[in-house]
């Protein structure tokens, strides 16, 4: 990251040369160079993303696999359960992905060939709860089949990733997830949709 930066101060420096001063040159390179940080980086997140759902779907090609961000009570289940914290993270920056089957419902994380955990689907074990998912409080999806560690609570992320900095994209994210669990959004979202 240091480079970086040291190559982002020596291109503003050059074009400053190049342009003959001024003194909205710095502000205006520096807008630039955030902006293809950001891309860059939502690049990153993309591709990363993309891939764990890609290799969900073929490890599990009857299922259906949602893009997801677990909720930050995730991580205490998680650590439980003797699964990798790395995997799980309490800050909501690590996205997971959920694949749907007909009988149960699992989470995976990373690059792992295997889900991380699963719960049994049931007829009412979709609810939605207000929750932390890192340092912000969201509605977020409980699939629940009985006691604490059969539950996996998680927000859908829309994909491309980028799209989740809009409302009515990961809205509509949660919306496909809940009719994907086979319920209806209208009446498990109810004034959260």
Known sequence: MAVVAMGLAAAVRLAGQLVGGGTAWPFVIGIGAVLVILVAIYAGLNASARALVRRVAAQRPTATVALVVPATSMAATAARLGVDPGLIRADGSRYAAVAILPDRVELWAGKGQEPHWWVPRTR??????????????????????????????????????????????????????????GQDPARILGNAS
């Open 124 to 181: 009412d074990g979709v609810t939605v709860e207000h929750t932390q998912i890192g340092g912000v409080t969201t509605d977020a999806l409980c699939i629940a089949a009985g006691d604490e560690d059969e539950e996996i609570v998680v927000r859908a992320v829309p994909v491309p990733v980028w799209l989740d900095v809009l409302r009515a994209r990961r809205q509509a994210a949660m919306e496909q997830l809940v009719r994907d669990l």
